[in-house]
Nanobody, 120 residues
Framework: QVQLAESGGGLVQAGGSLRLSCRASGSIFSINAAGWYRQAPGKQRELVADIISGGSTNYADSVKGRFTIARDNAKNTVYLQMNSLKPEDTAVYYC??????????????WGQGTQVTVSS
């Protein structure tokens, strides 16, 4: 069994910064890929950024140059550093992790979501 614990959301003024964390715990052999998604009210969930096992990253155009995704393999933790936040970044942010368990099964998990609110 694997659990994801997200933290770091909150209320910040436009131009401010936040860092989200997503820690995976349980029967984890390796994390293949991880990503951050967000869902604003009335909108579909969208990919914000992802990172694969080799370290390659991918960002939505709307966050390029402002957000940075990173991972700490030793801690099974993925981070999203968000700088120069804008009101349109307001959403619930979810982490998603694709991993291999010690039973050598490939599984995917979602975090519980953390609210990010950017005031103008």
């Amino acid at each position: 069994q694997v659990q994801l614990a997200e933290s770091g959301g909150g209320l910040v003024q436009a131009g401010g910064s936040l860092r989200l964390s997503c820690r995976a715990s349980g029967s984890i052999f390796s994390i293949n890929a991880a990503g951050w998604y967000r869902q604003a009210p009335g909108k579909q969930r969208e990919l914000v950024a992802d990172i694969i096992s080799g370290g390659s990253t991918n960002y939505a155009d709307s966050v390029k140059g402002r957000f940075t995704i990173a991972r700490d393999n030793a801690k099974n933790t993925v981070y999203l550093q968000m700088n120069s936040l804008k009101p349109e970044d307001t959403a619930v942010y979810y982490c998603n992790v694709e991993l291999v368990t010690y039973a050598y099964t490939r599984e995917q998990y979602w975090g519980q979501g953390t609210q990010v609110t950017v005031s103008s």
